[in-house]
């Protein structure tokens, strides 16, 4: 019963707000909301002050994609998307938009400890659309659905499912909408969107100080790199001293490392892969490599398939990608997974990226916004096997 009245409260709220001046609708009618195709309940109800409606940040972070930050000195609220920066103080009508000042017409306001800001200045300062059908009594507020040309993506295969997965989503949502995803690996993808060739790049390494003179990072998921041998291969644990031997050479048979006694099968990626470079950072250090004689392998899929195949080889590959066909070995006797990568425990965690020439806008940047989706994060990332940013 207190959630039906809840989302009963929200859905009058907003309607006053998108109404015209003067505008009158029934107490008692039954109003749909719906955000990007989605009804909306949220936990902490908004408010109608002189018109205006007031929803906590909590929904804007969520349902935008929107990073959201607080300050308790200046009492200013940061609305950060792919494109725009929104700065709202608490008690004031001005406001900023990429630095551009604003006026509202009602202040932010705090409310039984939730910070609540105007949802309609917010929403078209970042080119959302408000509407209000009379018919079917149904208020929408339309983002990820209010897209239209064409996006090219390429890069990190590792970062490439979750990409692919929320562009067949987002092109089911829009009609007027193309999205072609590409592998390559990650120095494909930065390679392609430091020379404008892609819209937006995929890495699965952190970008150089000179990458960075040229693109805008975002962060799209967490992950880590398990090391992957054979089901049966009787090894479950490594040290990441006994890693870093295999991996360099030092250490060439099974029994080395309490397993059969047998030739120790390298496998590795291409030059150019995201996944090798963190490997390189994380578990080799400075000054190493990979042992020349490993094979090398164009992506994470079939780095996958080559393990399954052979059960004297190890190699390395992102949780998202590692299943039943391989068994992933505990590293310094931690398990690769969400829970050893969100408490640091892991020592191999990294983050997965994408990335655009400059800071992303238009139909670029709303993607992105959209990989960075609550719906998305729980729908595609989680469900991927990697690892949500919230």
């Given at each position: 019963?207190?959630?039906?009245?809840?989302?009963?409260?929200?859905?009058?709220?907003?309607?006053?707000?998108?109404?015209?001046?003067?505008?009158?609708?029934?107490?008692?009618?039954?109003?749909?909301?719906?955000?990007?195709?989605?009804?909306?309940?949220?936990?902490?109800?908004?408010?109608?002050?002189?018109?205006?409606?007031?929803?906590?940040?909590?929904?804007?972070?969520?349902?935008?994609?929107?990073?959201?930050?607080?300050?308790?000195?200046?009492?200013?609220?940061?609305?950060?998307?792919?494109?725009?920066?929104?700065?709202?103080?608490?008690?004031?009508?001005?406001?900023?938009?990429?630095?551009?000042?604003?006026?509202?017409?009602?202040?932010?306001?705090?409310?039984?400890?939730?910070?609540?800001?105007?949802?309609?200045?917010?929403?078209?300062?970042?080119?959302?659309?408000?509407?209000?059908?009379?018919?079917?009594?149904?208020?929408?507020?339309?983002?990820?659905?209010?897209m239209s040309g064409t996006l090219t993506i390429s890069g990190s295969t590792t970062a490439q499912p979750i990409v692919q997965a929320a562009a067949d989503k987002i092109i089911g949502m829009n009609s007027g909408l193309s999205i072609t995803v590409s592998g390559g690996g990650s120095g494909t993808g930065i390679n392609d969107a430091r020379a404008g060739t892609v819209h937006i790049g995929m890495s699965s390494r952190e970008l150089t100080d000179t990458e960075m003179r040229t693109l805008n990072t975002?962060?799209?998921?967490?992950?880590?790199?398990?090391?992957?041998?054979?089901?049966?291969?009787?090894?479950?644990?490594?040290?990441?001293?006994?890693?870093?031997?295999?991996?360099?050479?030092?250490?060439?048979?099974?029994?080395?490392?309490?397993?059969?006694?047998?030739?120790?099968?390298?496998?590795?990626?291409?030059?150019?892969?995201?996944?090798?470079?963190?490997?390189?950072?994380?578990?080799?250090?400075?000054?190493?490599?990979?042992?020349?004689?490993?094979?090398?392998?164009?992506?994470?899929?079939?780095?996958?398939?080559?393990?399954?195949?052979?059960?004297?080889?190890?190699?390395?590959?992102?949780?998202?990608?590692?299943?039943?066909?391989?068994?992933?070995?505990?590293?310094?006797?931690?398990?690769?997974?969400?829970?050893?990568?969100?408490?640091?425990?892991?020592?191999?965690?990294?983050?997965?990226?994408?990335?655009?020439?400059?800071?992303?806008?238009?139909?670029?940047?709303?993607?992105?916004?959209?990989?960075?989706?609550?719906?998305?994060?729980?729908?595609?990332?989680?469900?991927?096997?990697?690892?949500?940013?919230?």
């Open positions: 019963m207190k959630r039906k009245l809840i989302a009963i409260i929200l859905a009058l709220v907003l309607i006053v707000a998108v109404l015209p001046a003067g505008s009158a609708f029934a107490a008692g009618s039954n109003i749909t909301l719906i955000i990007d195709g989605n009804r909306q309940n949220p936990t902490v109800p908004p408010r109608v002050v002189n018109g205006v409606t007031l929803v906590p940040l909590r929904i804007i972070s969520e349902t935008l994609g929107a990073d959201v930050g607080w300050n308790a000195t200046s009492k200013t609220a940061t609305i950060t998307t792919a494109a725009f920066t929104v700065v709202f103080t608490i008690n004031s009508k001005n406001y900023t938009v990429n630095g551009t000042r604003k006026t509202l017409d009602e202040a932010p306001q705090i409310v039984d400890g939730s910070t609540l800001v105007p949802i309609r200045a917010f929403a078209e300062s970042i080119g959302a659309a408000v509407d209000y059908n009379a018919s079917s009594r149904t208020a929408t507020i339309n983002y990820f659905t209010n975002y962060e799209i998921a967490k992950d880590a790199i398990a090391l992957i041998v054979h089901p049966n291969n009787p090894v479950r644990s490594l040290t990441k001293a006994q890693a870093k031997d295999i991996f360099t050479g030092a250490i060439t048979n099974w029994n080395q490392v309490g397993g059969n006694n047998a030739p120790i099968i390298l496998m590795t990626r291409e030059t150019g892969s995201g996944t090798l470079s963190t490997l390189n950072d994380l578990l080799l250090g400075s000054g190493n490599s990979v042992a020349e004689r490993a094979t090398p392998h164009a992506s994470s899929a079939l780095m996958l398939q080559a393990v399954a195949r052979e059960a004297n080889a190890i190699g390395f590959d992102s949780i998202g990608f590692v299943d039943s066909t391989v068994k992933a070995l505990q590293l310094d006797g931690r398990t690769p997974s969400a829970a050893t990568v969100n408490n640091g425990t892991y020592g191999m965690s990294r983050a997965l990226y994408v990335c655009t020439r400059g800071r992303a806008s238009g139909t670029t940047a709303v993607f992105i916004d959209y990989l960075r989706s609550l719906d998305c994060q729980r729908n595609i990332v989680a469900k991927e096997g990697y690892v949500p940013l919230v």
